[in-house]
């Protein structure tokens, strides 16, 4: 039996899954939307909004402006800057692969651009969207994690609306 057992194991051992999160993770953050398999962007989820919870937080402490709430920031950038792992030669690049200019990394994008947009949202910074198709190779389920826009909210899939009561015949 498989209860109070969290978390999928994808296959891997405890250090290479949080080498994947953590490869998956920077990706998402630069290009905000990437194409996996379901399982992984199912286990991706919850370890990316942290870190833009911790973004988000830092956010609205510097909003403050006050010292000791400049100090908590920092902490909390330091806290991403631990999950996120070494932080060497993580630049941002467009779609085209061409580094962004400014020299912007990730940290950078997680708590200037990303932090700020999700200020107002109390949580669900990321959707799961799966695809009709299999992977090659494997035939393996595809899905796309993405991240919200600003102002945009989730919608849910309304099932098919019942059939209207049928109406009596007069006597």
């Known amino acids: 039996m498989n209860h109070r057992r969290r978390g999928r194991k994808l296959n891997r051992n ?35 909004e942290k870190l833009i919870t911790l973004a988000k937080n830092a956010a609205i402490l510097t909003a403050a402006d006050a010292t000791a709430n400049r100090v908590a920031a920092l902490h909390l950038r330091r806290q991403a800057m631990a999950k996120l792992g070494p932080m060497h030669g993580t630049g941002v690049y467009d779609k085209a692969g061409e580094l962004v200019e400014g020299n912007d990394t990730v940290l950078k ?49 309304k099932g098919a609306e019942p059939a209207p009561a049928p109406v009596p015949l007069p006597a």
């Open 109 to 157: 994008k997680l708590f200037n651009v990303l932090g700020a947009r999700f200020v107002d949202r109390p949580g669900g910074y990321t959707r799961v969207l799966k695809l009709s198709y299999r992977r090659l190779g494997d035939a393996g389920e595809t899905a796309i994690i993405e991240l919200m826009k600003e102002g945009e909210t989730k919608t849910k899939v």
């Open 14 to 48: 405890a250090s290479h899954r949080l080498a994947l999160f953590r490869n998956l993770s920077r990706a998402l953050i630069t290009h905000e939307s990437i194409r996996t398999t379901v399982a992984k962007a199912k286990e991706l989820r919850p370890f990316v």
